[in-house]
């Protein structure tokens, strides 16, 4: 079975850093895309940035010259550093991955974490 766990969350001051962290794990084939979204209260889910197994990372407007994307291919893991934060960060980031499960290797399945808390104080 496949699971996305996120860490790194937490409450942060205006212009503070936290660095998140998500880990895929179980029958795992490959990974392809994997990013980041957010869900703040009373609005819908979007993109934060994305990035493929090769090729360019992807950004929201928001956050392009202050969060950076990356990947360590080795421990199927996806990190956000996040820095200059602004209240308006403040939301449950969400982990996503597109999987070729052992079971399935042929076909991608999207995959997504439980989330983790950023609460950015002013």
């Known amino acids: 079975q496949v699971r996305l766990v996120e860490s790194g969350g937490g409450l942060v001051q205006t212009g503070g850093s936290l660095r998140l962290s998500c880990a895929a794990s179980?029958?795992?084939?490959?990974?392809?895309?994997m990013g980041w979204y957010r869900q703040a209260p009373g609005k819908q889910r979007e993109l934060v940035a994305t990035?493929?197994?090769?090729?360019?990372?992807d950004y929201a407007n928001s956050v392009k010259d202050r969060f950076t994307i990356s990947r360590d291919s080795a421990k199927n893991t996806v990190y956000l550093q996040m820095n200059s934060l602004k209240p308006e960060d403040t939301a449950v980031y969400y982990c996503?991955?597109?999987?070729?499960?052992?079971?399935?290797?042929?076909?991608?399945?999207?995959?997504w974490g439980q989330g983790t808390q950023v609460t950015v104080s002013s």
């Open positions: 990035i493929p197994d090769s090729g360019r990372s």
């Open positions: 996503r991955a597109d999987i070729k499960p052992h079971y399935l290797p042929y076909s991608s399945e999207t995959y």
């Open positions: 179980g029958s795992i084939f490959s990974i392809n895309r």
